[in-house]
């Protein structure tokens, strides 16, 4: 039994675009890739075709990925104000008590954490450890290199 993923309504549209596009834009690519390569002749020894054919596998494998994970996915409304502690979608100002340095992460699920978007994965260690915390409270994550790392949640905002 699959389990749901959590999604906000930003994500859930992201993944909602990405399989539209890849179901008509790509698709009729990659079709007229295999068109092209069977105009060149006998496609048993053709490596266009072959190449075009394997494309057209992992594209189809892609989508089949994409529309299981809007299958499983429930979105969660991000609240319009904010609550006072850390709730899924929102915004958290942290600062590392060991370095000093300061980040600001948003909530989210899984599937659509990304680091370099500043999205942090609410079933990560730092995710799980920072909802339902506080502003001025301090969180400790475990390591699995070293000494627990410990976070001061300075802002929280709404998403």
Same mark, same amino acid.
């Given at each position: 039994?699959?389990? &749901? %993923? @959590?999604?906000?309504?930003?994500?859930?549209?992201?993944? *909602? #675009?990405?399989? !539209?596009?890849?179901?008509? =834009?790509?698709?009729?690519?990659?079709?007229?890739?295999?068109?092209?390569?069977?105009?060149?002749?006998?496609?048993?020894?053709?490596?266009?075709?072959?190449?075009?054919?394997?494309?057209?596998?992992?594209?189809?494998?892609?989508?089949? &990925? %994409? @529309?299981?994970?809007?299958?499983?996915?429930?979105?969660? *409304? #991000?609240?319009? !104000?904010?609550?006072?502690? =850390?709730?899924?979608?929102?915004?958290?100002?942290?600062?590392?008590?060991?370095?000093?340095?300061?980040?600001?992460?948003?909530?989210?699920?899984?599937?659509?954490?990304?680091?370099?978007?500043?999205?942090?994965?609410?079933?990560?260690?730092?995710?799980?450890?920072?909802?339902?915390?506080?502003?001025?409270?301090?969180?400790?994550?475990?390591?699995?290199?070293?000494?627990?790392?410990?976070?001061?949640?300075?802002?929280?905002?709404?998403?």
């Amino acid at each position: 039994m699959s389990r &749901q %993923l @959590e999604i906000t309504p930003e994500g859930l549209k992201k993944l *909602e #675009e990405e399989l !539209e596009h890849l179901t008509t =834009v790509r698709r009729r690519e990659v079709s007229e890739r295999i068109k092209e390569a069977r105009a060149f002749g006998d496609i048993s020894e053709n490596a266009e075709y072959d190449d075009a054919k394997n494309e057209q596998a992992q594209l189809e494998a892609q989508i089949a &990925q %994409l @529309e299981e994970r809007l299958r499983r996915s429930v979105v969660v *409304e #991000e609240p319009g !104000e904010n609550t006072g502690e =850390v709730i899924f979608g929102s915004v958290v100002h942290i600062k590392d008590q060991k370095s000093g340095e300061s980040r600001k992460f948003q909530i989210v699920g899984s599937t659509e954490a990304d680091l370099s978007e500043g999205k942090l994965s609410s079933e990560s260690p730092i995710g799980s450890a920072l909802i339902g915390g506080k502003v001025n409270q301090i969180v400790t994550v475990p390591s699995s290199k070293g000494p627990a790392r410990k976070f001061k949640i300075t802002k929280i905002d709404a998403a």
